[in-house]
């Protein structure tokens, strides 16, 4: 654990929380959402650079189910939306006013979806790698990893990331995406309530998620700054650290007036 471990009771439930920056007294905090087989670890630092970077708080957690929160089997087929209706309360718990939601891939849906709704305190949102709508690429890696999870022959990263919620993890995961994408899911019109800041940024490369996932993120939120990233897969803070820093760090520097 490199920062402040914080445990968030909530919905029946004890989520793991950490503050990889600490937080600064009169000023924003940055709010840090996981993506969809990862946990606060999967970060790799980059909440803790960036906040130190902008002299803000930046506060990462995992979500129910994941990391070292509790276990959470089955996913409901709306998770996504319930942990986006989640959020105001883990940020209350938490002690988080003005805030930014810097979400990737699922977590990445998670903000845009919060983002919507316009909360009070949230003051700009980045979204990397995110998924708006039903997507080939994203389908045949949940194809793979319900195999990976049946057959117990997951990564090592996942234990790492998951410990003996690994296999939960991945199984519950991709069956409720499959399930959701069955229903050829798009939330992409709702997006369009977005009023606040948006930074939005895609691999070009990105295996995971089609480039049309972006361009749909603009039809719905014409003010965006959205950015295809050439030569980067699904990963861009692993892919490109000093790029990605940069890019969020001079957003947020504007969006939040620091």
Sequence with gaps: ??????????DGTRLYGEWCAEPVAGK?????LHDGLGSVENWRGLPARVGRRL??????YDRWGYG???RRVPFPVDFIEQEAARLPEILRIAGIGDHAAIGHSDGGTI??????DNPPGLKATVSLS???????LAEAHLHRFA????????????????????VDVAACWSATWLEIFAADWDISPALSGIAGPLLALHGAKDAYGVPEQLENIVRAVPHADARLLPDIDHFPHLEDPAGTDAAIAEFLSDALGL
């Design 55 to 60: 002299g803000i708080g930046a506060f990462a």
């Design 130 to 136: 995110s998924h708006v709508h039903r997507d080939p």
């Design 147 to 166: 195999k990976h999870a049946s057959e117990k022959t997951l990564p090592a990263w996942m234990s790492r990331f998951h410990g003996d919620k690994a």
């Design 28 to 32: 924003p905090a940055l709010v840090f």
């Design 68 to 70: 070292r929160s509790e």
């Design 111 to 116: 903000a845009l979806l919060y983002a919507a």
């Design 1 to 10: 654990m490199s920062g402040r471990a914080v445990s968030i009771p909530v």
